[in-house]
């Protein structure tokens, strides 16, 4: 018996306020004012006062012929939803299995085997630090004068 009364006053509160809001919504532009500095003062006060004319039931557009059914939109939901189904199972990881897996490591190892590169001997080393101090020879400091 309680409960039934909190229903009903929650009810009451929630219709209360429905018709606050819509009567605080609807009295702001019933009193709006047209800044006068507006370039477009005239023209929208012009507007303002003019009434259109209200719409219809005949107004409503006939309902369009090209759209196809309900039962035609889940036909083809169904349609849709069996084909991905088919293809999960089709693609399921028990459908296949992985053959000849000894012929693919070694084309992979024989494709990639590493270059035979010696490390560097003391030669190399007295060719690297000669070219460095040639390098060094010929360079000089950029130019202190303006362009």
Do not use: W
């Not at 009364?5 to 919504?25: D, H, N």
């Not at 005239?42 to 309900?70: E, L």
């Not at 000849?100 to 024989?110: G, H, L, M």
């Amino acid at each position: 018996m309680n409960g039934e009364t909190g229903k009903i006053v929650r009810l009451g509160v929630l219709i209360g306020l429905t018709a606050l809001a819509a009567s605080g919504c609807a009295s702001p532009f019933a009193r709006a004012q047209v800044d006068p500095t507006s370039p477009i003062a005239a023209q929208t006060s012009a507007v303002a006062r003019q009434h259109g004319r209200r719409p219809k039931f005949a107004d409503i557009p006939a309902m369009p012929t090209d759209v196809r059914p309900a039962e035609g939109f889940r036909a083809s939901v169904t349609a849709e939803q069996a084909a991905a189904e088919e293809l999960r199972r089709q693609t399921a990881p028990e459908t296949f299995v992985l053959k000849d897996t000894e012929a693919y490591v070694a084309r992979a190892r024989a494709a990639g085997t590493a270059p035979d590169i010696d490390a560097p001997t003391e030669a190399d080393r007295a060719a690297t630090e000669a070219f460095a101090k040639a390098a060094r020879g010929r360079a000089s400091a950029p130019s202190s004068q303006p362009k």
